[in-house]
């Protein structure tokens, strides 16, 4: 109801100050949810060294670390019938191709029967004692299923192709693509030259 002259009644100038401060709410909730969206949702990994995974002790690092080098990233076990073979020809080829070019990057994997049975500190330590490795050991994963590492799952992903056994290898780019796998029982001597090839 107007008051004589035309001039709103004081109930409803309460009434259209409340919709005007329920409406500016509104919308400054909804693009603070805009905003928070924008700039909080987690961007997705572009390449294998945007991940970061957790090291032999637990601590979370970066894999970028080793952009600008090829890697070979593999899924390595203790108590494999390839174990011996494989330690000992990834520690050579990461011996003479050199940390300043090429890395193998070893990540235990237990989902293979009782291939692995060990903790991340005693697989590396076995490794270094037994087969002289020096190449980085990361933390034991999963590489298979709902539970797999983000960064493998990006390799398996990438490569159209899951590991159907231990020391699977996936040769990745100093750009972060993967360029090609190798399974297990293939010659490490393709291995080296593909590995070669990127930085040559």
Known sequence: MEALGGYPTKSSKVKV??????????????C????QTKL?????????YSFEVKDAKGRTVSLERYRGKASLVVNVASQSE???ENYRSLQELHRELGTSHFNVLAFPCGQFGLTEP???????????STYGVTFPFFSKIKIMGS?????????TESAKKSPKWNFWKF????????VRFWRTEEPMES??????????
Do not use: C, H
């Not at 409340?18 to 919308?27: E, G, Q």
């Not at 909080?40 to 294998?48: Q, W």
């Not at 539970?147 to 390799?155: I, R």
């Open 17 to 30: 100050n409340r919709y005007t401060v329920l409406l500016s709410m509104t919308v400054g909730v909804g």
């Open 32 to 35: 603070l949810f805009l905003l």
């Open 40 to 48: 909080f949702t987690p961007r997705k990994p572009k390449d294998f």
């Open 82 to 84: 390839q174990t011996e």
């Open 118 to 128: 060990w903790g991340t500190r005693e697989i590396e330590a076995f490794a270094k």
């Open 147 to 155: 539970e797999a590492d983000p960064a493998f799952k990006f390799l």
């Open 171 to 178: 040769l990745v780019s100093p750009e972060g693509k993967v």
């Open 191 to 200: 291995v080296r030259q593909d590995a070669v090839a990127l930085y040559s």
